[in-house]
């Protein structure tokens, strides 16, 4: 698995045709790291092998997860595909400029993923929240429905179209999303033991608001340990 | 039906959902005009219209032709996507390049169209033969495989990304494909009684050379009537 080339990760997919193509599309402009998280069929699927024309043969075994956050561990930057404006404040690009990002982190050594929801509704928000980078795909304001294989055929496409930019001297490495989600479930542990989701009713979208906060850092494993560091002192459990 | 925006012939095809899944595609950017050329299955398709997603029913009717110079006769300019090489000598770019050029060239008031071929085998030299441009799709060398409808929407969905550059100054019209093929026609039938094709299994292939020699010339109105001019004048038919 190379980390020069981006992740697809179908978040709860529904047909398998849409998987089969999706796996298709990426195999005809390179790219063979798929991974699905909770595909409403389960998986394996004889419809998706059919309809990938043989690429599911050709490529390494796809991953299942059950949660986007275990999908995501391994990787640094996480784009998500979205219609619809959401109410988060994060960079969104189109697919082409999206796809010139990408190349430049990958030659930074940072391993990207793109997130793509499910037929019906998209994306949730919570889905949306472990993104750092929004991708907008323009259409026909008048017809804009793009289905699933078609939406990952636009983004690997414009992938395979850039050339690789050279690879870049070492900055900071960023934390994988393993570390900043440890993170994130301590900080939302320790803030719930001081009491800071008084309204039971409310604590998701607070939570989530956390995340989308500390999400547009984009932290570096250094400062993962600091912030580690920080909780812990603010907690008063830090060795004096 | 604007002038402005290339038509979308496919060649042939065979499975109605693909010539859905080309009109899904078109819609999603904005384009109309779909025409076909001997679908294998005829025309309503009910598998098409499912596939389409409403956007056949959105567009203007399909229309159906028997052969591509009926299809094409009203355009100025053709580009022909194919996978393959061809043994021709006519200008090849890829789909980015080409949507510009088609932008250009609806700015000089030109109607262009893309020939797609059917999913078995693609489009046959002699369809290849009636266009001036040949668009390639460049994808994984060793899963190239693209379907039909993914090949329409990725010319489609380039074409849509261009910002239209500005309507410049008139220059000679071109010659439609209709004024063209009439041209080409008298031409062999010109050459057929001068004794031009001595050997019958071999006309085909002298023709499509011919044809292929004439449209790398892409003649304005004015030079197709000087062209009947010279044909009048070599056969002796001119006035003196």
Redesign the interface.
């Known amino acids: 698995m190379s980390i020069s080339k981006p992740t697809i990760i179908l978040v709860k997919p529904q047909m398998g045709e849409n998987i089969g193509a999706a796996a ?2 990426m ?4 790219l063979t790291d798929l991974r699905l998280v909770s595909p409403r069929d389960g998986w394996p699927s004889e419809s998706a092998e059919a309809m990938s ?3 599911l043969d ?1 490529m390494p075994p796809v991953q299942v997860f059950d949660s986007v956050a275990e999908a995501i561990a391994d990787c640094h930057h996480v784009y998500a595909t979205t219609a619809r404006p959401r109410d988060m404040v994060k960079p969104a690009m189109p697919a ?1 400029e999206a796809a010139n990002d990408m190349h430049a982190r990958a030659a930074k050594e940072q391993k990207t993923a793109i997130l793509f929801g499910g037929e019906r509704a998209g994306l949730e928000n919570d889905d949306v929240a472990h993104a750092h980078t929004i991708i907008t795909l ?3 304001p ?6 699933l294989g ?1 939406a990952v ?2 983004c690997v ?1 414009e992938w ?2 850039v050339t690789p930019p050279a690879l870049s001297q070492n900055e900071d490495p960023l934390a994988t999303q393993k570390d900043f989600e440890d993170l994130m479930n301590r900080l939302e542990e320790e803030l719930d033991k001081g009491g800071f989701f008084p309204a039971p009713d409310m604590k998701p979208t607070t939570v989530r608001n956390v995340r989308n906060l500390f999400t547009r850092i984009e932290m570096t494993d250094q400062e993962v340990r600091t912030f580690h560091g920080m909780v812990s002192a603010l907690i008063g459990k830090k060795k004096r």
């Open positions: 298709r599309a195999l005809n402009f390179g024309a043989g690429a050709k082409r323009p259409t026909n008048d017809f804009s429905s793009l289905n078609q055929m636009l496409y395979f179209q």
